[in-house]
């Protein structure tokens, strides 16, 4: 990639935040006008994304995960060509590879989904909901899955632009009103794929976890197509009823420290933290397996009756 290539990339990152911002309030107007809008809900993702972007950025700063990078790139095992485009394709390849199993975490670890969820509180699904990401993922180590990437040769400030460029892809997916999207279903995280990662039905519970690609969800078996007869719900299985934001932000950690002070064992504790939201001893609590597995109990008593 040629010095002004390099150069548009990061002009895009450098002016994306007025962008996503000004689309999103395009998108708003057009739907109050057509079918109605949560406005209080984008007031509460604009203060997650202004605080985040802006104050809590010098706050929590990246070092710490930097240098981390740092220290993986001076031990690195080889060396990509970055002056050629086949470097260039390792390291996006290998950031989609680092963000799928992220975000296959951050829905399956309630360490990661104390944070994440935030993502998933809004109960309508529009561009603004793409950037209420929530404050406290610095803190809980996300950039963990991305720091080995430079032993296998992807500069770090390589893989942090790529992220960045990820997730901004990602931006135009939160929306209802792109349809399915043909062939490139089979590529690429779409509008429709993504509906359905953010839907709460039972039917679609923890599914599509691509960045820009869903290759990797049909490789390891966590694709979920939309379905005609099944209608995207949205938000979260117990739905976030309020727009107070700091409800919204630390509900979920509020919740967790709960659990954990209620632990018999070491192990008990553990077991909230590292298992999948919903997680309770004895196989008693509300995770995608236990939900799924009481629906199938259900449907097979009602049979017997």
Known sequence: ????????????????????LVASLIEAVVLTIRRGYDWKATGVSVSDFLFRE??????????????GMNWFWRHRLWTLPMNHWSGWLACFIGQEFCYYW??????????????HAVHHSPNQLNLSAAYRIGWTGRLTGSLLFFVLAPLFGMPPQIVLMLLSLNLLYQFWLHVTWIPRLGPLEWILNTPSAHRVHHASNLDYLDGNYGGVLIVFDRLFGTYIAEKRGVQCRFGLV???????????????????????????SIGEACGYAINPPGWRPGNNGE???????????????????
């Open 287 to 305: 995770t995608t397996e236990d939900l799924r597995r009481r629906a199938v109990q259900q449907s097979f008593g009602a049979g017997q009756q």
């Open 238 to 264: 117990q739905p976030m009823m309020t727009h107070n934001l700091l409800t919204i932000e630390f509900e979920h950690w509020r919740a967790f420290l709960r659990d954990l002070l209620s632990a018999r």
């Open 1 to 20: 990639m040629d010095g002004s290539a390099m150069a548009a990339l990061l002009a895009l990152l450098k002016y994306a935040n007025v962008l996503i």
């Open 102 to 115: 992220y975000h296959r975490a951050a829905h399956r670890t309630r360490w990661f989904w104390c944070t």
């Open 54 to 67: 802006y104050p809590l950025h010098w706050m929590l700063p990246l070092a710490f995960w930097n240098e």
